[in-house]
């Protein structure tokens, strides 16, 4: 098995017997709530297809996993979200079967399938809207992170999650400068923490958890090298030991342990 993100790009490769392209939390429509902060920016659907369209055809990839929050608006399905949000999965579901772990924004993501909004246009591949405990696909295990999983992904060598948005704050030496970059994060499950959950948990892989980044650069997060974060979700914030927590750029840079980071 095979695991590695593309470059400078907040997407994942996995090849086994399949090879699938991950991408996470798209929040389409995040701009409507901008705006009503005073934040006004035109829609990014657009730029985020074509940025996705772009990680598809360089991973050449047999399916799409979406690792929740597709859509942003909660609880309601805004305007926006009828327009957009088939408009999206059609066009990503042109390239290859989309599966979708869904996410705690992702509430009545079924009524926005294309079949449900829009029947006399059939994507060409198939789009699977699974559960937000997560599932198992080729040996790998997808969750969005804000519920608890499934046990039947500790079986997984693998699991990617979202939820998140993992970022890093980054100082100048000896100035005031700072940058916010989002990062991956790899991460190890504290086992005593999982069999606590999990009593009956019968097939563990001792798997190797990875945060993703937000695919949407306008979301917003966590940054994890922050005195006083907040890790969200039971997964990132009860079940992995944060003394191994790892951050790596987009571009691949290794930057070191969260824990050696911290402000």
Known sequence: MEIKPLIDEAAMVV?????????????L?????LRQKGIN?????DKLLEKAIKCVK???PDVIVLLGDVKHAVPKISFLDRKEVPFFLTELAEYAPVYVAKGNHDGRLNKLLPEATEPERKPKHQIYIKSAKGFLLDHVGYTHGHSWP????????YILVGHNHPRIRLVSPGTNYTSIKSVWIR???????VKKQYPEISSWSDPRVIIMPAF??????????????????PIAS????????EVYLLDGTYIGKVCDLEE
């Open 58 to 60: 360089a991973a050449e």
């Open 150 to 157: 499934s046990q039947d992904l500790f079986s997984a060598k």
């Open 41 to 45: 920016i035109g829609s990014q659907t």
């Open 238 to 245: 009860k079940l992995l030991r944060m003394e191994d927590m």
């Open 29 to 33: 429509g995040i701009e409507a709530e």
């Open 187 to 193: 991460a190890k499950c504290d086992y005593e923490a």
């Open 216 to 233: 949407n650069e306008i979301c917003g997060g966590v940054t994890f090298n922050s005195a006083n974060k907040t890790l969200l979700g």
């Open 15 to 27: 090849e086994n017997e399949l090879k699938a392209l991950v991408i996470a939390d798209l929040h």
